[in-house]
């Protein structure tokens, strides 16, 4: 079973960065997957970013492209979302999401909101 702890979420002014962080444990290994999405009040969750450990290979939604960046801290399993030039807009819930046995064909066709394991989030206000 794995289990997903993130933070590093809070409350920053608009232009700041704030970095969160995912606790996957053992399950960050090169069969993963690993992304992260955010749901804000009233609407659906949105996929943000992906790491496919296999292939050390990262996608973007258009909406945060050059402005959120997912990495990997192998020694630590720690998976991390930086976020640079936060706006208002993004104020929101963040998840990190997990997906095992993660080929390069389902990173390719499926999104984060499909991945099977997720953390509890961690709040993200920016004012």
């Known amino acids: 079973h794995v289990q997903l702890v993130e933070s590093g979420g809070g409350s920053v002014q608009a232009g700041g960065s704030l970095r969160l962080s995912c606790a996957a444990g053992?399950?960050?290994?090169?069969?993963?997957?690993m992304g992260w999405s955010r749901q804000r009040p009233g609407e659906d969750r949105e996929g943000l970013a992906v790491?496919?450990?296999?292939?050390?290979?990262?996608t973007y939604a258009d909406s945060v492209k050059g402005q959120f960046t997912i990495t990997r801290d192998k020694a630590k399993d720690l998976v991390y979302l930086q976020m640079n030039g936060l706006r208002p807009e993004d104020t929101a819930m963040y998840y990190c999401?997990?997906?095992?046995?993660?080929?390069?064909?389902?990173?390719?066709?499926?999104?984060?909101?499909?991945?099977?394991?997720w953390g509890r989030g961690t709040q993200v206000t920016v004012s």
């Open positions: 053992r399950y960050t290994y090169k069969r993963n997957c």
């Open positions: 999401a997990a997906e095992t046995d993660c080929s390069e064909g389902f990173f390719i066709s499926h999104s984060v909101s499909e991945y099977k394991y």
């Open positions: 790491l496919w450990i296999g292939g050390a290979t990262t």
